[in-house]
T-cell receptor
Framework: DAKTTQPPSMDCAEGRAANLPCNHS???????VYWYRQIHSQGPQYIIH???NNETNEMASLIITEDRKSSTLILPHATLRDTAVYYC??????????FGTGTSLTVIP | EAQVTQNPRYLITVTGKKLTVTCSQN?????MSWYRQDPGLGLRQIYY???????DKGDVPEGYKVSRKEKRNFPLILESPSPNQTSLYFC????????????????FGAGSRLTVL
């Protein structure tokens, strides 16, 4: 019973928008969706989170569907430094966070 | 600087030799958690703690112990390490942010790479 489902890998041309999808069809009404990224084997880094409305910060935008069963992280102008594994995360069972295996994004020069 | 500090960063040990990986945060966070990361399996939660003296099992607690005697520290204890505990370990902490009390942004440590021979 997967909590989140993401494509294992994606490529994106440098300077173009990277759109990373995530399915979280079992999400409950009061759970947030969080996005993190991990560069090499460093500690995961927070990017953005949302509940119902679309969100934007200096790093990315988050689009959440109306039924909240899926979301898309958008990196508007991908750079080589955005090459990383991106995790879509939901909180389950109170205070556990389900990470899944993420999407490995490669930004191509 | 707000951070989560793990030690040691790298450790090679032998089967059965007790070890402790320390984790300390300077952000006064109530919530702390340990994860292990293995190839192809993503991050899996080992234990978490809601506050001092309050701990609970995650998805893969077997072979591990934790304690939370102080708010800032959350050590991970391997009483009798085995080779299947060879992994990359991360500690994380959080407190609710903003006016949405249900949101928890995790701050991660740099990781501890453990090899058990």
């Amino acid at each position: 019973d997967a909590k989140t489902t993401q494509p294992p890998s994606m490529d994106c041309a440098e300077g173009r928008a990277a759109n990373l999808p995530c399915n979280h069809s079992t999400i409950s009404g009061n759970e947030y969706v969080y996005w993190y990224r991990q560069i090499h084997s460093q500690g995961p880094q927070y990017i953005i989170h949302g509940l119902k409305n679309n969100e934007t910060n200096e790093m990315a935008s988050l689009i959440i569907t109306e039924d909240r069963k899926s979301s898309t992280l958008i990196l508007p102008h991908a750079t080589l430094r955005d090459t990383a594994v991106y995790y879509c995360i939901v909180r389950v069972g109170g205070n556990q966070f389900y990470f899944g295996t993420g999407t490995s994004l490669t930004v191509i020069p | 600087e707000a951070q989560v500090t793990q030690n040691p960063r790298y450790l090679i040990t032998v089967t059965g030799k007790k070890l402790t990986v320390t984790c300390s945060q300077n952000m006064n966070h109530e919530y702390m958690s340990w994860y292990r990361q293995d190839p192809g399996l993503g991050l899996r939660q080992i234990y978490y703690s809601m506050n001092v003296e309050v701990t609970d099992k995650g998805d893969v607690p077997e072979g591990y112990k934790v304690s939370r005697k102080e708010k800032r520290n959350f050590p991970l204890i391997l009483e009798s390490p085995s080779p299947n505990q060879t992994s990359l370990y991360f500690c994380a902490s959080s407190s609710p942010i903003g006016i949405f009390s249900g949101a928890n942004v995790l701050t991660f440590g740099a990781g501890s790479r453990l090899t058990v021979l």
